[in-house]
């Protein structure tokens, strides 16, 4: 999943731990990653929280994409900061896996993630729902 994956990578995300239920992922806060108070924006911290996520459920599930997804910030992460996101998952079945993921900056914690992810088919995958062409009606 990882060689495949270039939105981490270009984000600057490093796994460094994806087995058994478990992953490990790091991002330094840069400069560029700040928003107009000076803190780190969200959607880095979020993107952080996401990778670590992903590879924890699917390191015990084939072929599973995010469903939902809630994260709470806890604190800010200023320029300089080395974050870690540590997932763990809490609870899989044969159609579902949830995550936990605490983002930390050495002792602090940032952020708070909890993620639900289903099991994938596929492009062109048929799961037996119905559309609607809604602007018909």
């Known amino acids: 999943m990882l060689a495949a994956d270039h939105a981490g990578a270009r984000l600057g995300i490093v796994v460094t731990q994806a087995a058994q239920g ?53 604190a800010p992460a200023h320029p300089g900061d080395e974050l870690e996101a540590v997932a763990t998952v809490s609870y899989s079945d044969q159609k579902r896996v949830v995550v936990d993921v605490v983002v930390r900056s050495e002792d602090r914690v940032v952020a708070l993630f909890k993620g639900t992810a289903r099991r994938f088919r596929g492009p062109g995958a048929h799961n037996g729902s119905t559309r609607r062409n809604v602007s018909a009606m």
């Open 22 to 74: 478990a992953a490990v992922a790091q991002l330094v806060v840069t400069e560029h990653m700040t928003n107009g108070i000076g803190v780190a924006q969200g959607g880095f911290v979020f993107a952080l929280a996401d990778q670590a996520f992903a590879c924890a459920a699917n390191s015990v599930a084939q072929r599973v994409a995010t469903a939902d997804a809630s994260i709470s910030f806890v």
